[in-house]
């Protein structure tokens, strides 16, 4: 884990802070546009309220 922290590190410093904002947002629209074409089926609803819900019990 340590190894795989200071490679993104390294790769982070390549960056302005103001360069990495933008990745950022560039990497997060994207995978907004990513999750917009995803069709869910049942079983997919059924894992997410099992996660939310165990996650809601865990913050309780």
């Known amino acids: ?25 560039v990497v997060e629209a994207r995978l907004n546009q990513k999750a917009d074409q995803l069709k869910l089926d049942d079983s997919d609803v059924e894992i997410i309220s099992k996660r939310l819900e165990k996650s809601y019990l865990e913050t309780t």
């Open 1 to 25: 884990m340590k190894e795989k922290l200071n490679e993104f590190l390294k790769f982070r410093s390549q960056f302005t802070k103001r360069e990495w904002i933008e990745v950022n947002q």
